[in-house]
């Protein structure tokens, strides 16, 4: 008979008769330190939420986002409503004030946490924070691998319903955040900590730099991190709306999962201003996706106008045009060297240097733009820059033809008795590397 059909009572009985035929007695787990209860022993108890439906107490919550977007601002103000017993953002009530016992790393407390709690209407008698722990000069940070037995006479000693940690990455120690086993060692006695307190313990993560993985692998160094809380939320700009916030829930074990809500900071001084209605369509993955490259070079608006502008310049010019003259007038109106550039190509402008030095680069408009003005431009250069050949006007772009190329030559040429002929045995190329012919006067 195999295991899965003799009963339980069979099993134990076998099992303890093998080990008393080896001459042992199966010890009671006690003695060596193992702690084993009963399941028909335990009393079922119900979830308790700080905030319900988002941040359980007794429990590890975190709330991970990238740098800048307020994820200390947001804190602040759960921990604002906690103390004054104000009702939360989604419309659920506050309950009882609270008190609150702030682990912050970052922000100042004087300058920035004191000022925004107040602008927030918290009540700071109900709210603490801790500045450190003595050491033989002065005070040191806390850490959250040596000092947890002072955590938690600190939250035992101000009956604190809610413990924030920002961020929880500045107060893990020695341990290494990338990994697995390390994090857990210290979230796993923090978790153990919040569910004998009855403490809610909200920290703050940033999301690591693996654009390309399921939003659930981006909080933290380590998968650690997501595994030890009990809730977790993210904090992420909305990509239509970079100055909305939205405040999505990732990961919930206790209740199903509630509605993201969406906020902006506002005001001076600032203060969170959030929206009445639930975040609509709100997909986690999508909000933490990176976002498309952008297109390399100016907008179209702008590169038209510049490619206006490079017209207008020329038209009005008597000939061929230093390059530096354009660039410096068009600075003066607001546009950039290298959209100018961009613009000239796109026009097909006609390129040339002076032979003389220093050398001094030239723009000319094509022949098909120049038919389009009222004062034709003349095909001659200043005194002191005529080229003494055509090869100078080999940089022409690709929009300007063969048949265009040697008549503009050819009034620039009106002393020579030669006209230009084509030499298609001579190969070069364009700009934009096609085969170009070299032509002789």
């Known amino acids: 008979m195999n295991n899965e059909n003799r009963p339980p009572d069979t099993i134990a009985n076998g099992t303890e008769s093998a080990i008393e035929a080896l001459g042992a007695k199966p010890p009671d787990p006690a003695t060596v330190g193992l702690l084993i209860a009963r399941m028909a022993d335990i009393e079922p108890e119900m979830v308790t939420w700080l905030w319900p439906g988002r941040i359980p107490l007794g429990k590890l919550t975190l709330l991970s986002g990238d740098p800048g977007l307020g994820k200390s601002f947001l804190a602040l103000d759960i921990a604002a409503r906690t103390s004054s017993?104000?009702?939360?953002?989604?419309?659920?009530?506050?309950?009882?004030?609270?008190?609150v016992i702030i682990a912050s790393a970052e922000d100042g407390t004087a300058d920035t946490i004191v000022p925004r709690l107040r602008n927030l209407d918290a009540d700071t008698n109900r709210i603490y924070a801790i500045e450190g722990v003595k050491a033989e000069r002065g005070r040191r940070a806390v850490s959250l691998d040596t000092d947890l037995e002072r955590i938690e006479i600190g939250v035992r000693s101000v009956q604190a319903r809610l413990l924030i940690v920002d961020p929880i990455g500045a107060f893990l120690g020695a341990a290494d955040s990338h990994r697995d086993a390390e994090v857990r060692a210290i979230l796993a006695p923090l978790a153990?900590?919040?569910?004998?307190?009855?403490?809610?313990?909200?920290?703050?993560?940033?999301?690591?730099?693996?654009?390309?993985?399921?939003?659930?692998?981006r909080t933290g160094g380590s998968i650690g991190f997501v595994a030890a809380a009990r809730a977790v939320h993210v904090l992420?700009?909305?990509?239509?709306?970079?100055?909305?916030?939205?405040?999505?829930?990732?990961?919930n074990n206790l209740s199903r999962t509630a509605p993201a809500l969406a906020f902006s900071i506002t005001g001076e001084p600032p203060a969170l201003e959030w929206e009445a209605a639930p975040a609509a369509d709100i997909n986690v993955d999508e909000l933490l996706a990176p976002d498309p490259p952008r297109p390399r070079g100016p907008k179209p608006e702008s590169l038209e106008r510049a490619k206006d502008f490079v017209q207008e310049q020329l038209r009005g010019s008597p000939g061929p045009r230093p390059v530096e003259d354009i660039i410096q007038a068009a600075t003066r109106a607001g546009i950039s060297e290298s959209t100018i550039r961009r613009a000239a190509k796109h026009i097909g402008v006609m390129?040339?240097?002076?032979?003389?030095?220093?050398?001094?680069?030239?723009w000319q408009l094509p022949n098909n733009l120049t038919e389009q003005s009222e004062a034709p431009v003349r095909s001659s250069f200043p005194r002191g820059d005529t080229p003494n050949t055509p090869e100078t006007w080999l940089n022409c772009t690709k929009s300007f033809s063969e048949k265009d190329f040697i008549s503009s030559v050819n009034n620039l040429t009106e002393q020579s008795e030669a006209p230009v002929r084509s030499n298609n045995t001579v190969r070069s190329s364009f700009l934009d590397d096609k085969p170009r012919r070299r032509f002789e006067i």
């Not at 307190?197 to 659930?216: F, T």
């Not at 040339?352 to 680069?361: I, Q």
Request: no cysteine.
């Open 351 to 362: 390129r040339s240097s002076s032979e003389t030095f220093p050398r001094r680069s030239f």
């Open 85 to 99: 017993g104000s009702r939360w953002p989604d419309g659920q009530p506050g309950g009882a004030p609270g008190n």
């Open 192 to 217: 153990d900590m919040a569910e004998r307190l009855r403490v809610a313990i909200l920290a703050i993560a940033h999301l690591n730099k693996a654009q390309q993985v399921s939003a659930i692998y």
């Open 236 to 251: 992420a700009a909305d990509k239509g709306n970079r100055e909305r916030r939205i405040f999505a829930p990732l990961k």
